[in-house]
């Protein structure tokens, strides 16, 4: 069983940062690559930043220069920098992991998401 928790999301002002985190928990061997995805009310789900285990990274466009994706092998956790927020940037934020588990099963695991509301 294999398990992501975020957390980190909040209410902010526009121009604040924040920082979310992702733990992944379980039974994991590796882990391959790890992202964040958001979804506004009423709008499909989209990719904010993904980084494979090299550390390579990969940005929409909307974020470039304001977000920054990192990750802790260590500790199995993948963070989200994110400054100079915008009301566009509210939404439910979702982490993701391209884990192979302790039984050598590939599978892409999502965890619950968490609330970034950016307003004045």
């Known amino acids: 069983q294999v398990q992501l928790a975020e957390s980190g999301g909040g209410l902010v002002q526009p121009g604040s940062p924040l920082r979310l985190s992702c733990v992944a928990s379980?039974?994991?061997?590796?882990?391959?690559?790890m992202g964040w995805y958001r979804q506004a009310p009423g709008k499909q789900r989209e990719l904010v930043a993904t980084?494979?285990?090299?550390?390579?990274?990969n940005y929409a466009d909307s974020v470039k220069g304001r977000f920054t994706i990192s990750r802790d092998n260590s500790k199995k956790t993948v963070y989200l920098q994110m400054n100079s927020l915008k009301p566009e940037d509210t939404a439910v934020y979702y982490c993701?992991?391209?884990?192979?588990?302790?039984?050598?099963?590939?599978?892409?695991?999502w965890g619950q998401g968490t609330q970034v509301t950016v307003s004045s």
């Open positions: 993701n992991a391209y884990i192979e588990t302790r039984q050598n099963l590939f599978s892409l695991y």
């Open positions: 379980g039974s994991i061997f590796s882990i391959r690559a």
């Open positions: 980084t494979a285990n090299g550390g390579s990274a």
